[in-house]
């Protein structure tokens, strides 16, 4: 069902334009001096090398045209800073600004390692920012390393943020701004990836996505205390991004890639989509806040999604071929139009969730199809206005409904092509006269109702 569109009556300052934006701009327009400025690649190069991959950056902008690389090579670790005070590298020219390059080839086991790669633990690259002011510049990329830290980084106006690719083991993002990239704020891009911490950071409206993760093997990645909003084109681009992606969809046949052991926790992860002015148009339509597409052969897998707040895009959470994923105690808001797609999963349980438009007018559905041996349960559903349903259960079966309050919404529970669905002690307030909480088409079969209570709305609504 389509969303309707209504006039918005409060429009936050913090939108006001969103539509009209562009391009992020690029460091000229901050540092109308650029040009002039002496290119100190060469330098820092130099610095690097004879330093031991040690760089101690003096306060002020700096200006690059190449990659500062450390080439780690079983001999040292590395350490790029300011001296002291503030430090900016303005990356004029394309690839990352900092590249380290490490040589750890195993797994994180201490049994996988060569002596010689724990000369390489630790690399740290903190309390820097880094500008682009190419098309091409990114900010930081890691290969190979061990025990990495990226801590108190701002990246801004570059095409990725954060890159992680080859192979990375037990790394640390934390306290970073990943802010206005032309691509992707941090990237696992098909990085063979066990062991990372991303806390504490704002990741915010980086038009390829927040945290995307693509292809790979990775394992053990949290995500936990981050503010990650508006991370998909700021215009009417569809897109099929997220604020935070998980996707191993492009290799159908290929059972090495895949995703699993994932924590979100304690994240506010929103926009964009509804804040678009008196006349509505879509902001990023087809965007996302938590996505994650599988694939049969490899499903993404051991997740759980607890204790964040979800708001103000085309689906709030698009979860697709994936199994044993826990989603609990969330607040989600402000859909356009739907709050919940489980597709082909397996083992997926929704607990303790709250689903409320809010100060919007949207449809929230709660879709579950081709699942199996799932539970919805102790959530509260209010004011969904998709009259079909507002869950929508379709050719599947076994799933567990139970102990849900629903009210002021348009429609209840409806069923098509499933069995073995027990809705079992839901409260319900509000229904349009007549309706009934569960509507099933004549191929659902063993379908139980249990312990359903329902009640006239009482003319109080919750805001």
């Known amino acids: 069902m389509k969303a309707p569109f209504p006039v918005l009556f409060l429009l936050p300052i913090f939108f006001a334009g969103l539509l009209n934006a562009a391009e992020p701009p690029f460091a000229a327009s901050q540092f109308p001096d650029l040009a002039a400025m002496p290119d100190r690649t060469a330098e820092y190069r130099q610095r690097l090398t004879g330093g031991n991959g040690t760089l101690l950056l003096e306060p002020g902008a700096h200006r690059i045209t190449g990659t500062l690389e450390v080439v ?39 049994k996988s390692f060569k002596v010689e790669t724990f000369h390489e633990r630790m690399p740290v690259i903190e309390g820097i920012e880094i500008v682009g002011n190419h098309p091409e510049a990114d900010g930081i990329e890691l290969v190979r390393t061990f025990e ?15 890159r992680l690719f080859e192979r990375n083991r037990n790394v640390t993002i934390s306290d970073v701004n990943l802010y206005e990239n032309r691509g992707i704020g941090l990237h696992l891009d098909d990085v063979n990836l066990h062991q ?8 915010s409206y980086n038009r390829g996505g927040g945290i995307v993760v693509r292809d790979g093997n990775v394992r053990n990645l949290q995500i936990t205390g981050c ?9 009417d681009s569809p897109t099929q991004t997220a604020n935070i992606l998980l996707d191993v969809s492009g290799s159908a046949d290929d059972k090495a890639r895949s995703i ?38 490899a499903p993404i897998d051991s997740v759980t999604i607890t204790g964040n707040v979800l708001s103000d895009v085309s689906l709030n959470v698009d979860l697709r071929d994936c199994t044993d994923i826990t989603f609990t105690g969330n607040v989600l808001f402000a859909p356009n139009p739907d709050n919940l797609h489980v597709i082909r999963g397996k ?5 303790g969730n709250t689903f409320n438009p809010r100060e919007f007018e949207r449809p929230g559905r709660i879709i579950f199809e081709e699942c199996q041996d799932c539970i ?4 509260t559903l209010r004011a969904l206005l998709a009259p079909e349903g507002s869950l929508f259960v379709k050719n599947s079966q076994r799933l567990a409904l139970n102990g849900n309050l629903l009210t002021e919404s348009k429609g209840g529970v409806k069923l098509e092509g499933s069995s073995d669905i027990v809705v079992k002690d839901w409260f319900v ?11 099933k088409d004549e191929t659902s079969t063993r379908i139980v109702e249990e312990g359903n209570v329902s009640a006239p709305a009482d003319g109080k609504t919750a805001p």
């Open 72 to 110: 780690l090579s079983g001999k040292h670790s590395a350490l790029i800073r300011p001296a002291t005070g503030s430090a900016t590298l303005i990356m004029d020219g394309p690839g990352p600004a900092i590249r380290l390059v490490g040589s750890h080839e195993g797994s994180a086991s201490p």
């Open 148 to 162: 990495a830290i990226v801590s108190k980084v701002a990246v801004r106006w570059c095409r990725d943020g954060i």
């Open 196 to 203: 990372i911490d991303v806390a504490n950071s704002h990741i």
């Open 227 to 235: 503010d990650i909003e508006s991370n998909m084109p700021d215009d």
């Open 260 to 297: 699993a052991e994932v924590a979100i926790t304690g994240c506010t992860i929103q926009h964009s989509s509804n804040y678009s002015g008196k006349e509505f148009k879509e902001l990023a339509p087809g965007g996302a806040n938590i996505r994650f597409l599988g694939k049969e052969i």
């Open 347 to 351: 083992r997926v349980v929704v607990n």
């Open 376 to 379: 919805f349960s102790n959530n």
């Open 429 to 439: 307030s509000g229904l349009p006269e007549g309706a009934a909480l569960v509507v």
